[in-house]
């Protein structure tokens, strides 16, 4: 417990000696009382995939108590397309781990992620955080063990270019200043982002940074810590939120865009998982990869053509997943292989004491590697709804308990060579691809869905809404039409430059 506290940058932790799970109702009435918040804002995610914000002002101690407890109502209609005019009213409710103290308002501001409601005082079924709490659950109840996630938040800051150390083109990655030139804007925002309850493990450059028209492009990534799947979640949002407002007041253009131009590196959602049962990680046995790491894969690769309907969520997103890139395009898995659909990263499986190598003066450190391992789903990108993406890999690797045969079919789809080399095409013919379309990946959704439905994890209403999204881009062709068009590229990304 005390090591959750020590050192932990959010505000309302440091300040009420507790960690953020246990905080009640009593505890934001105190922290609101004792340090002067004027205002409190609600949050929440709607259809877009962006969180919308009510902001009160705490007229006396009866209304904020009134607030915290009841909630609000909102329009259900103007949030979700699934939503009807005539019966749209929704109560939102904040649930009190999330709160954090608002970085960018003036008026001493302390906001909170909700909950959403129906008429009956119900969770909403289909809104995207309940459906992946729904998803949490159901694993747990199939596997015994508990479903967590991490995300590698990628991103391009845009400005005018000062023409100083330039850059080398594509060859950004962990660039240091002063040829990367945002890194203090990334690490401002991961403070903001820890103050609010985020989980960092790191932050660095990225492959990609170009120049055009006088304007520079750099690509940066925030990777996060494995925590409970819902948590994890909730950390992308919010830090979504904020790299864009610290944007906004810096005078910076943000995108998580997947494709920004042709021949430049697109941008990912990558989503680690681990599988955790008693507070150990399940990944490994014997150093290698366990039983059970290996029936999630298979899970993965059985309805991997069908996850892209959620992290690959406009045209734009099929523009990165294309062939011989580090985009996956074919359904397997590997080891430290970035030509993979999912990639089993290096796990600190080695028998040295690196650390005592490095500084001879340290003792022999015996440390527990092994709740470091997790596997990597590398086809995701930042159009997805970071809820319904989380929710449908966490069915994904249920599935795979679920298989009799899942073993034989992680054998199957194993490879350990770059499937791009020439000399390698044989195993790349063997091996099905990934939907190359929005609409593509409607249709594979659609011959999936019943396991998506299983244990009324997603509700047939949002099945609907996402596979009539995805199809209402009539982009079954558009790959192949605008191959070589940079002018009709360039209109496509301008379009979707906001996504997510």
């Not at 300040?15 to 953020?20: E, I, R, T, V």
């Not at 390698?424 to 593509?440: T, V, W």
Request: a negative charge; hydrophobic letters at 35%; proline letters at 5%.
């Amino acid at each position: 417990m005390k090591k959750e506290i020590e050192l932990n940058p959010n505000k309302l932790v440091a300040y009420l000696g507790k960690p953020c799970k246990e905080f009640t109702k009593a505890d934001i009435i105190r922290f609101i009382q004792e340090n002067e918040i004027r205002m409190v804002n609600f949050m929440y995610p709607a259809g877009d995939g962006r969180l919308k914000t009510l902001n009160f002002v705490i007229n006396n101690r009866a209304y904020l108590d009134a607030i915290l407890t009841c909630g609000e109502r909102v329009d259900g209609s103007s949030l979700f397309p699934f939503i009807e005019a005539g019966s749209s009213d929704l109560y939102v409710l904040p649930r009190f781990c999330t709160a954090f103290v608002d970085p960018f308002a003036e008026i001493p501001t302390l906001s909170m992620l909700c909950s959403y409601f129906n008429k009956d005082g119900e969770p909403l079924e289909s809104s995207p955080e309940n459906t992946l709490r729904k998803a949490c659950r159901a694993f747990k109840e199939v596997t015994g063990m508990e479903f967590q996630a991490m995300g590698e938040l990628e991103y391009y800051v845009i400005a005018p270019d000062d023409e100083m150390f330039p850059a080398t083109d594509q060859k950004g990655y962990h660039e240091s200043a002063p040829y990367a030139k945002f890194n203090e804007f990334r690490t401002q925002c991961m403070a903001y982002i820890a103050q609010a309850g985020g989980q960092i493990k790191y932050g660095h450059s990225e492959v990609g940074n170009f120049t055009i028209d006088g304007m520079i492009y750099e690509q940066n990534e925030i990777e996060f810590l494995p925590v409970n799947a819902e948590n994890a979640a909730d950390q992308l949002m919010i830090a979504k939120w904020i790299i864009r407002n610290l944007a906004y007041e810096m005078g910076y253009d943000i995108t998580f865009a997947p494709k920004i131009t042709a021949g430049k590196a697109g941008s990912g959602l990558h989503v680690h998982m681990r599988i955790v049962k008693d507070g150990q990680n399940q990944m490994l046995e014997g150093g290698a990869l366990s039983p059970t790491a290996r029936r999630a894969i298979a899970g993965m690769m059985q309805l991997a053509p069908s996850i892209t309907a959620f992290g690959n969520t406009n045209p734009t997103s099929y523009f990165r997943l294309v062939p011989h890139q580090e985009a996956p395009t074919n359904i397997c898995w590997g080891d430290r292989n970035r030509s993979v659909l999912v990639r089993v990263p290096l796990g600190w499986a080695a028998k040295s004491d690196m650390c005592k190598i490095a500084n001879p003066l340290e003792e022999e450190s015996n440390y527990d590697t092994t709740q470091k391992q997790t596997v990597e789903m590398r086809s995701p990108d930042g159009s997805a709804d970071i809820y319904q993406l989380i929710a449908g890999l966490c069915v994904a690797c249920r599935h795979g308990f679920e298989l009799e045969n899942a073993l034989e079919i992680a054998e199957k789809t194993y490879v350990n060579v770059n499937i791009h080399q020439k000399e390698n095409a044989g195993k790349l013919n063997s091996l099905e691809q990934l939907p190359d379309s929005c609409e593509a990946s409607a249709d594979c959704l659609e011959k999936q869905r019943a396991v998506f439905e299983q244990y009324n994890v997603f509700s047939p209403a949002m099945i609907d809404g996402i596979i009539k999204r995805l199809r209402s881009y009539g982009d079954k062709t558009l790959r192949a039409d605008i191959n070589g068009n940079q002018e009709e590229m360039l209109k496509l990304v301008s379009k979707y430059f906001h996504c997510g």
